[in-house]
């Protein structure tokens, strides 16, 4: 593989089982620089625990994983140092610290570099306020900043939708549309996924039932048996 095709996160069969309950099922994946990829599913089909294991919080039981090439063995603590950088499901910001101060926790001493963060999701006017006093948006806004700081080679965006209007989440398009690194979405908000995305995941318990652009998916019968359906 040239180091072009390699670039970026690999997922090769990932499986995974919690004790009988086969959680992720074969799941290959590529993320290359600059694509954004979605991952969807009804509830249950897998989406959260195969961002876990990209995190290294969950284990895979099968397959491996790869960044740039390299074989990849997260573990939590060591995202950081390989270039990795999420978001929660929530916002996950530290309620004593003010905003910037949240984001210089992810580039210690680096203040003009936390405050050009800030600036770029439009949070820079709120560097010196505690976050519980922000709006819900803003705060998810932070914590994205918080994620970007380290320009990481690999985001991963855990439902950054959830909780906002739809004038926030065409903000939050309009951000995603921007990154230049690899982009990993887990979303519910299915406009936002097919607006942000280039391709896109489809799992239905644990199995990876679709992989396309989002033109593919719209019109897949598998994805609308799995998941269109089940929302409707
Ligand atoms: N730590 C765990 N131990 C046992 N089973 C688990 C564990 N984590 C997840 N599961 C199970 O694995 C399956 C996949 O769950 P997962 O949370 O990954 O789905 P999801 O697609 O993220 O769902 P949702 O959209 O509701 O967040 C579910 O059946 C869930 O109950």
């Known amino acids: 593989m040239s180091p072009s095709e390699s670039a970026g996160l690999t997922l090769d069969r990932i499986s995974v089982r919690f004790g009988g309950l086969v959680a992720l099922d074969g799941v290959s994946l590529r993320v290359p620089p600059g694509r954004t990829v979605g991952v969807i599913g009804p509830n249950g089909a897998g989406k959260t625990t195969l961002f876990n294991v990209v995190c290294g919080f969950v284990a895979p039981t099968g397959g491996s994983l790869a960044l740039?090439?390299?074989p990849l063995r997260p573990r939590p603590h060591r995202l950081a140092?390989?270039?990795?950088?999420?978001?929660?499901?929530?916002?996950?910001?530290?309620?004593?610290l003010t905003v910037l101060e949240n984001v210089l926790v992810a580039v210690p001493g680096r203040p003009a570099r936390a405050l050009a963060a800030l600036d770029r999701c439009k949070v820079g006017h709120c560097a010196g306020d505690l976050p519980g006093l922000l709006p819900y948006a803003l705060r998810k806004r932070v914590a994205l900043a918080r994620?970007?700081?380290?320009?990481?080679?690999?985001?991963?965006?855990?439902?950054?939708?959830?909780?906002?209007?739809a004038g926030e989440i065409d903000e939050l398009r309009e951000l995603i549309e921007g990154l230049s690194c690899a982009v990993l979405l887990v979303e519910h908000h299915m406009d936002l996924?097919?607006?942000?995305?280039?391709?896109?995941?489809?799992?239905?318990?644990g199995r990876p039932v679709a992989h396309g652009t989002p033109a593919e998916i719209r019109t897949d019968e598998a994805v609308a048996d799995a998941y269109l359906g089940a929302a409707a």
């Open 68 to 70: 740039d090439g390299r």
């Open 81 to 96: 140092r390989l270039g990795i950088s999420r978001t929660l499901q929530g916002v996950g910001l530290f309620g004593g």
């Open 147 to 165: 994620a970007l700081v380290s320009e990481p080679r690999l985001l991963l965006l855990d439902e950054p939708a959830g909780g906002l209007g």
């Open 193 to 205: 996924v097919m607006a942000v995305c280039d391709e896109i995941l489809v799992l239905d318990f």
